[in-house]
């Protein structure tokens, strides 16, 4: 069965640092997502990616943030100076072009530690 | 109000018994409608969509009331792997892209 990958699966930082989180999406796939989930809390929406542009982004979102799709099968996102607050499980979901898009399969994400 | 609200639970059952889940959502304007399930430390997982007919996939029901903005979940015959903390999930009324997460409600079906 086909699955979104992501690595890596954990990472501790200093805070300050920047981070890279990468995924695989579903090869089909059309859009592409970003959420993470706080330890506790619910899974938030940072952003969606459709023909190689951000489609949406939450408030969440900001300057520190940014996604890439640099060759195609990979999808990116970067912090460029990770915060305490950053400290998350941050889970890449893709979703095809014939499914609706709220029909999303999700990677085992990527826990972010921050200290 | 929060966007999508759900009973945090948990909800404790015997195998076998029948178990409901509601979430109601607060703009009236969102078009689309799931149950995810998410187990302990693990990644969501989409269970069902809901459609406003209501719809039924095996042992799970899913219900619509886009009057009331309600959305259910029936279990019937559950079982020990049925245990998780299930999702009420609704798009964004201005995009379909973005998806609203309820904060779930645990589920423990015990032996």
């Known amino acids: 069965e086909p699955e979104v990958t992501q690595t890596p699966s954990h990472q501790v930082t200093q805070m300050g640092q920047e981070v890279i989180l990468r995924c695989v999406p579903i090869s089909n796939h059309l859009y592409f997502y970003w959420y993470r989930q706080i330890l506790g809390q619910k899974v938030e929406f940072l952003v969606s990616?459709?023909?190689?542009?951000?489609?949406?982004k939450s408030e969440i979102f900001d300057d520190q943030f940014s996604v890439e799709r640099p060759d195609g099968s990979n999808f990116t996102l970067k912090i460029r100076s990770t915060k305490l607050e950053d400290s998350a499980m941050y889970f890449c979901?893709?979703?095809?072009?014939?499914?609706?898009?709220?029909?999303?399969?999700f990677g085992e994400g990527s826990r972010l530690t921050v200290l | 109000r929060k966007e999508v609200e759900q009973d945090p639970g948990p909800f404790n059952v015997p195998e076998g018994a029948t178990v409901a889940f509601n979430c109601t959502y607060s703009?009236?304007?969102?078009?689309?409608f799931f149950w995810y399930r998410q187990d302990c430390r693990k990644e969501p997982k989409l269970l069902m969509s809901v459609y406003s007919s209501g719809n039924e996939d095996g042992r799970f029901t899913a219900q619509l009331n886009r009057a009331s903005q309600y959305i259910s979940l029936l279990i019937r015959d559950s079982k020990l792997s049925d245990s998780a903390t299930y999702l009420c999930v609704v798009n964004g009324a201005d995009s379909s892209y973005k998806l609203i997460f309820g904060s779930g409600t645990r589920l423990l079906v015990r032996p």
């Open positions: 979901a893709s979703s095809g072009g014939d499914l609706s898009p709220g029909e999303l399969f």
């Open positions: 703009n009236s304007a969102s078009q689309s």
């Open positions: 990616f459709y023909n190689n542009e951000i489609s949406e």
